[in-house]
């Protein structure tokens, strides 16, 4: 048993006598095999073994397992990308007909996914916020309600989610808690630890690290059991027909839900990702708890130079003992929580504009969690979209400023941040 920090750079691979140190590349679409009979149980799902890329590939396993072990799971997966991760997860459980609840605050790409594209699948949602009460949360399970799903800390409004107490209301109504861990990664934060079942992440993000790919994972904590409810479950505890009448319960226990993923979704949409861009993943995994800590510690120092500024009217960081989720994120992300915060200058659109274009070392960027700092204007870029009164309801002020603070010297981009705002003001 290894702590973290061990974990990232030896989980998920052992090399045996005279194997690679590291990680083996294996870019191969197929794999060979000596006989009819011994391919023909692989499809039979009779034996594991790797038959074609799409459904398995022992690159993308080992960084899985490394991910998968960071979490505290039973089995993972690596998907194409984040949102190809979500997708999976919750359409592993849901088809037409079927209903999840979501948490408000998460990332726009899933909020899309889940009101419109899921809505044409004929899944239907409920929203609601992550300060509900537990009475609120109960009232919007209905009996074709199959999971329950929100972010450790949303993207990008930063709110922290109470885990523990929406994994019990999940629990005592028989549905699995899916959450997003994408932020503070399971160096800051183990979902698992405090109820929940299934884990995601855009790998994308911090676990890259580097903006050099794209990548999502999904896990399983192999601890909801599935059989709890069979008609909820039906589609985990009834027979499938695409198998000769296999049950996932019975023949995979505890990873059922993994196992169903892989044999069906991934087979059926084949959102893979590819051994090249696991092996990167792998690789920039090994520093995660070093550049993860940086990424808070920085974002802290930040938020403490705006807030002790004038020029700025509000900081949004939970790190700060002025957040709202301050309690919440000491409970959950004790050792901090990520690089991005946001702030809101007191001036109008020009003038924050002015601030954007005159930072140096910052750059424009959509993306966070980078190593590199970089910044964007919601008003004018993510949320460009909408009125003004649709901004003023989404909490979109014209001075605010999403940041991603990297891992630069945290004088630097201080610095920065300061002689920008003396050009804007000026
Ligand atoms: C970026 C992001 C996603 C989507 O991931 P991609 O890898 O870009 O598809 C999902 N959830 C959160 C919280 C994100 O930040």
Known sequence: MYQ????????????????????????????KYESTEQMGRLFDLAESGYFYSRVGNPTCDHVAARITKLEGGAAGILTSSGQAAI???????????????????????????????????????????????NDEIKKAIQPNTKLIYAETVSNPSLAILDIERFAKVAHENNLPLVIDNTFPTPINCQPIKYGADIVIHSATKYLDGHSSLICGVVIDSGKFNWEC?????????????????LIYTKQFGNIAYLVKMIVQLMRDIGACNSANNAYML???????????????DNALAVAKFLEGDKRIKSVNCPMLPSSKYYDLAKKYLPNGICGVISFELNANKEKTIKFL??????????????????????????????????????????????????????????????????????
């Open 87 to 133: 997708f999976y997860a919750i359409v592993n459980l849901c088809k037409a007909g079927d209903h999840l609840i979501c948490t408000n605050e998460v990332y726009g790409g899933t909020y899309n996914l889940i009101a419109v594209t899921l809505k044409k699948f004929g899944i239907e949602s409920t929203f609601l916020s992550v300060n509900s009460t």
């Open 229 to 245: 409810d069979k008609v909820r479950f039906a589609e985990l505890c009834e027979p499938d027909e695409s198998y000769h009448g």
């Open 282 to 296: 792998g690789t920039h995994i090994e520093s995660l708890p070093l550049r993860i800590k940086k990424h808070s």
């Open 4 to 31: 973290l920090e061990t974990n990232c750079i030896h989980g998920g691979y052992s090399p045996k006598n005279g194997e690679s140190r590291q990680i083996p590349i294996i870019p191969s679409t197929t794999f």
């Open 357 to 426: 274009d005159s930072l140096k070392l910052i750059s424009i960027a959509t993306h966070v969690a980078d190593a590199k700092s970089c910044a964007l204007h919601p008003a004018s870029h993510t949320h460009r979209q909408l009125s003004p009164v649709e901004l003023k309801a989404a909490g979109v002020s014209e001075g605010l400023i999403r940041i991603s603070v990297g891992i630069e010297n945290e004088n630097d981009i201080i610095s920065d941040i300061k002689q920008a705002l003396d050009i804007a003001f000026s």
